[in-house]
DNA sequence: ATGAAAGCGCTAACAA
DNA sequence: TTGTTAGCGCTTTCAT
């Protein structure tokens, strides 16, 4: 069943020269004089050669592939319309190369094996590993891999060599410098999961904010990062402090619950209660009133992500990367 | 720099077994006595082996891989969340297999030809192929490919052998009733690329549901998929029908753009225009008023396309699969 | 510039 | 139940 597939040597024998001149041939590496070239190339043409990748992959030791890895207990999690995002950015940059993009979904104890085996056998040529949480086991075997790594976000407790994070903190702070510069005072925050290196960046560039305004910021509720986190984030908020007049929310998700709450217990935003989120989500626009929020570019993520992969593989050692966010000013804040 | 792997040869030697030996215990093959079995078990433990896939890919001519394709002309294409989930049910069952996933986004040219190398090479056992538009070259590719090929969704012009798809002709024609029952008789509908097939089996499920209610269909515009394309196409219909009472559109985040616009012409939702949308994505909840659509299994579909692959790897003739829609009322219809 | 030959690490048919 | 042997298709020295 499985038609035959045309080879190296079919190729070589149909131009009359030998397989080795036909390889030069093929990976246009020099020594083969012009004739044989064009012999060769016709042969090509004629039998529709492709060369099989797997083959040249244990010839050269290389795999000929990049594998994207979602670390985290929840499948789920890449269901965030962010990662499909990233995948954009990266593809769009591998689709330049002849790198395969694997992805690896690690959130079995069997899927973690994989990507495990995978790190030591250096069935890829590189890895990029996203979302790690605190004590992550995949940190350590990651570091000590002998592929390139290449993190997407920093984790929380530890520094890896290369990586691309967008400027969490600093986008926290102008989302917070945002809401003093609107003359509030009792300003509150929902944080995201602190046991990530977002979730606490974001959190630090609100206290940042704050500090630096001479404002308190004890006002403090942790949520997760779903929209019925944020809602009952805010019903705690409330609760403690009834005469908050904003509220720095990690993300937007959270800050629709957030602002849900707020209406029902009968403030306005952003007359009563400033609210400004995280992401700038497609949904921020159209809430009521629209979000202001911090944008970041999540396919430049991607996108920075493969081009530093593909610069460890080039041998270079390139530096870590932290991509700009930018506040956007809409109506709730 | 490559820390040399360890090789079933020396796994082999350390157990004092042949080479063969060592590879029927590893593949847990038969004819291998407990002693041997257990002298080479020892021996992988203590040196930490891992079987090199390139290798025995290449020795038993199967990839251990399937590549999930989204083909279309815009890169950008894949960051509808849509594809996230898919993603998410894929993965979900494949965790359980040995094989990786290979993301390919057949965007540009130089993707597409990828795609089609793969295709033709066996570079991977099996294909799962999404979001064909009319014409695409790659569906005559995928039939006369020799590796298995599923489809996500039914391409418009032909109809695959193996295929899971979503009720979109029915979820339509649901919505469509549920607008005829609330009353309406003046119905409208914003279609999506009726060079897809789910634009055209919804915009038929719509059709459906006129006809056997003995109402005309004729108000009809077509939109891109995005909001802005929504609100463009209900500003159509309604210069065109100005006293339209319901609207049928395909796809939430056309919706949301048509309810702006119908907010603006001073119609308000539902009392003067019923809408209902399609896809129901995490914000047609959050809309004012929150949005009626048709929900549609999306994590289900990845999951069984992804069985449909592994049957067919298995030699098994899997039956085409329609996977049912439901609808969701909420406020708006 | 050219070709012969030796692998890459594994599987599988065959003989013992 | 064993081990020997011949590949899988390509790359890459190393002579010529």
Redesign the interface.
Known sequence: ???R?VTLDEVAERAGVSRSAASRVINNAPHVSRAKREAVQRAVDAL?Y??????R??AT?Q?G?VV?AISGED??L????F???V??GI??VL??T?L??????A??R??QA?LE?LL????ADGVMLMSLHENDPLAALAQQA?VPVVFGGRPRDFEPSYYVDADNRGGARAATEHLIAGGRTRIATITGRLDEGAGTARYQGFQDALAIAGLEASRVAHGEFA?DGGAKAMGELLSRWPDLDGVFVASD?MA?GAM?VLREAGKSVPEDVGVVGFNDI??AR???PPLTTVHQPI?ALGREMARMLLALLAGEQPSPLILPTRLVVRASG
């Open positions: 069943m499985p038609k597939q529709g492709v060369p099989n990748a797997t083959a992959a244990l030791q795999a592939s994207l499948p789920a890449f269901a965030d319309p990662f499909a995002e995948v954009v593809s769009s689709e330049e002849d395969e993009l694997v992805l690896s979904l959130t079995s069997r899927g994989r085996q030591r056998t250096r069935q002998d929209e998700q629709v849900r497609s949904g159209h809430t009521v396919q």
